[in-house]
């Protein structure tokens, strides 16, 4: 098992590799031998022990075959834990390949796929609902990211933490951390009372909790907005004053807000 100074030494290895055969600009036949090269030195994998070539896939119409499977069992019931789909090295990977790498992944039952070109590397997850969703959860470039950041990129894929599951522990926290959740916790009664107690103390104005609602609002871009629209806002309850007179015992009730 490779460590993280050997791990950087072999991701510019592979650099330098995929930089030849883009200048010769190599064949997908050609792409696929170094992204293979990748698999083995980078990511850990025996190649050929884990990676079944040209896999099939039977969908609605013809076999089509995909690039690679990695598989970590080797059995008569055993599925791919990842499918990769390659494409020439000089080839911008497009939203057709991704949709072309999706279907067999969906045909074959995986929830991982990986769509590349050896330059850029695109990790997608499908959720198998109806429909069946895709999102991309990590992507990187070899040739132009940071050698430390393509160390925790490629560690996602290898070998080792896929052996430990470790691509869906990632994808539940991606779900914990989704926009609709993250707003739905901002926008939670307990955390405006929490804005306003603060705003108030930095501040010293008092503003109302619709008040900040709006603010944030003005924070978001059109995304985001779309889906604030979808959460139930539950505004904190506005609480009534009350004093009691001088000369009587009754009660006064003036409908202020408590001051927070």
């Known amino acids: 098992m490779l460590d993280e100074k050997q791990t950087r030494k072999a991701i510019l290895d592979a650099r330098k590799m995929v930089e030849e055969v883009a200048k010769a600009d190599g064949n997908e036949a050609e792409t696929r031998r170094r992204i293979e090269r990748i698999f083995e030195s980078i990511l850990g994998y025996d190649v050929f022990k884990h990676i079944s070539r040209e896999h099939a ?3 609605v119409g013809d076999t089509e075959y995909c690039d690679f499977a990695i598989q970590i069992e080797n059995g008569d019931t055993s599925k791919p834990v990842i499918l ?3 494409k020439r090295v000089n080839v911008d990977l497009l939203t057709k390949h991704m949709k072309q790498t ?8 995986c929830e991982w796929a990986i769509l590349t070109n050896g330059r850029e ?14 999102t991309m959860l990590a992507n990187w470039d070899l040739m132009k990211d940071n ?11 290898s070998y080792k933490e896929i052996k430990k599951d470790t691509l869906s522990h990632l994808w539940q926290k991606s779900n914990v951390l989704s926009p609709q959740n993250m707003l ?24 109302t909790p619709e008040e900040i609602v709006g603010a944030v609002r003005r924070l978001l871009n059109e995304s985001a907005m779309t889906e604030m629209e979808k959460i139930r806002i539950c505004l904190p309850k506005k609480r009534v004053v009350v ?17 927070e």
């Not at 499908?126 to 895709?134: D, K, L, N, R, T």
């Open 57 to 59: 896939v039977h969908g």
């Open 84 to 86: 990769v789909e390659i």
């Open 102 to 109: 999706s279907s067999y992944a969906i045909n074959v039952g």
């Open 121 to 134: 590397w695109r990790l997608y997850h499908i959720s198998f609902g109806q429909p069946p969703e895709v």
């Open 147 to 157: 050698p430390a950041d393509l160390v925790d990129k490629f560690g996602l894929i």
């Open 184 to 207: 739905r916790a901002v926008l939670s009664e307990e955390a405006l009372n929490l804005y306003r107690r603060e705003l108030k103390k930095v501040t010293k104005v008092t503003v």
């Open 243 to 259: 004093r009691k007179t001088a000369k009587t015992d009754s009660c006064e009730c003036d409908g202020a807000e408590k001051e």
